[in-house]
Structure formats: structure tokens, C-alpha cells
């Protein structure tokens, strides 16, 4: 097993992609806590997960919750061996429409909710450990749109290497897994209507060389080799795994 005896921090842990990593790390001999904020999706986690798993109400983009939800994996588990920062969300609009309420909100979570998160872990974190960021495609392209979501994920893999030089004396390594368009409820946020997602949908399809969207579990395979010491000699770097879209 390729995390025996580690415990994994999840953030955005209880749908899509950190589900996913979830139930691999668990399955890989992990002990997992998994950070949510919808209630339904808590308690779907909770029984999904069982006994190896913390599941924890927390909205990242208030830091008492995160600081409240780091102390209640210390006093559970005692350390923590693996961060996933995953959580994120966004709202699709266009120029004229943005607003800074719009920009605010993106970031204090995206951004700012993911870095307090890795600093309070940090001291939890000994040499060996792993963190683990969620960036995205979008970090490499423009799309209409998407303007503030792209800019928080640019954040998130410039905040990487500067992480990953500061931690690395410590031997502890920080990577990011850059997702092309994957098939979660993720998309179900970006608050555009059911025809304008489908339309979206095919779109982008048609532009990934693979010619299909990714699946959670591609990314939480990739987000594995990140955790794990088959990357040992990896930090600083970005995985893509966006069906070639921004490769090819």
C-alpha cells in the first residue's frame, strides 16, 4: 500500500474529485479527514468513507473554521503526513458582470482558504510529508468567462514554488495537479443554466485531444503519485491531467 499508516488531510473531500482521492488514499492504507461544507454531502461522506475517515464541517473561507477543523485532526490523529488543498468554487460571468463581492468570494476561498489551510497544517507536517494543490487548466488558457476562477488558480501554482522552496528544507514537498475539464458537480456551480452547461460541454470536448471529459478518479490517481514516495524526488512541479488540452 502506497500510504500505509499515513494520515491525509482533504479539503473539498466530501464530492467529485477529493471524494475520489478519499476513498483511493483510505484504500491505499491511509486515515483520512475530509473538510465539506454541504450537509448532505457530510453525512453521504461519512457513510462512504466509515471508520478510517474524519469528516468535518468547515467553510474555508473563514478562517476560525479552518483553524477549529486543523485542531480537531490534531487532537484525532496526532500529525498530518499528506494535505490535498482541493476546495474550490466558482461563478461563471463576464466582464461587465463581475462584481468585487464576485472576486471576493472566489478568492477567499480558492486562494486564501486553501494557503491558511496549508499554513496551519504545516506545523502538523514532518519531514516526508506531501502537499498536494489543486490548480487547473485554466491556468494555462484564457477562457471567456472564467476570468477570476483562472486568475485563482494562476495564484495556486505561483504559490507552489514559492511553498515548495520554503518548505523543502524541512523535506517536505509541494506539488499541484492541474485538472482539464472533468465530469464532477463542480460545474453545477458555475451558475450557468442546463443548456448553457451542455453547450459549454461539447465545446470544450471538442477540444481536448482525447475528445471526452476526464474522470474524478484520473485526478486522484495523479493526486496519489503526488502523496506518495513514488514522487519522492518531486516538488515545485504542476501534474496536468487535462486529456492533452493544454499540452497538445
Do not use: C, Y
Request: glycine fraction near 10%.
Amino acid at each position: 500500500m502506497k500510504l500505509q499508516n499515513k494520515i491525509a488531510l482533504i479539503t473539498g473531500g466530501t464530492s467529485g474529485i477529493g471524494l475520489e482521492a478519499a476513498k483511493l488514499f483510505i484504500a491505499e492504507g491511509a486515515k483520512v479527514a475530509v473538510i465539506g461544507t454541504n450537509p448532505e454531502r457530510l453525512q453521504a461522506a461519512a457513510q462512504t468513507l466509515g471508520d478510517d475517515a474524519l469528516v468535518l464541517s468547515a467553510d474555508l473561507r473563514n478562517p476560525a473554521d479552518i483553524d477549529r477543523a486543523i485542531g480537531d485532526v490534531a487532537a484525532t490523529f496526532g500529525r498530518i503526513d499528506i494535505v490535498f488543498a482541493n476546495a474550490g468554487a466558482a461563478k461563471a460571468a463576464p466582464l461587465e458582470g463581475i462584481t468585487p463581492e464576485m472576486i471576493s468570494d472566489q478568492f477567499a476561498l480558492n486562494f486564501t482558504g486553501l494557503f491558511l489551510t496549508i499554513q496551519k497544517a504545516s506545523p502538523l507536517i514532518s519531514k516526508g510529508g506531501s502537499i498536494v494543490a489543486t490548480t487547473s487548466f485554466l491556468n494555462a488558457v484564457g477562457a471567456p468567462g472564467l476570468s477570476i476562477l483562472s486568475a485563482t488558480k494562476a495564484a495556486i501554482r505561483s504559490l507552489v514554488r514559492s511553498l515548495a522552496a520554503e518548505l523543502a528544507p524541512r523535506g517536505i514537498r509541494v506539488n499541484a495537479v492541474s485538472p482539464g475539464p472533468i465530469a464532477t458537480p463542480f460545474h453545477t456551480k458555475l451558475g450557468l443554466t442546463d443548456n448553457q452547461l451542455s453547450e459549454a460541454a461539447a465545446a470544450i470536448e471538442a477540444q481536448v485531444p482525447l475528445k471526452r471529459f476526464g474522470q474524478p478518479i484520473e485526478i486522484a490517481r495523479a493526486a496519489l503519485f503526488l502523496a506518495s514516495d513514488d514522487s519522492s524526488f518531486t516538488t515545485g512541479s504542476e501534474f496536468v491531467v487535462d486529456g492533452g488540452l493544454t499540452q497538445i
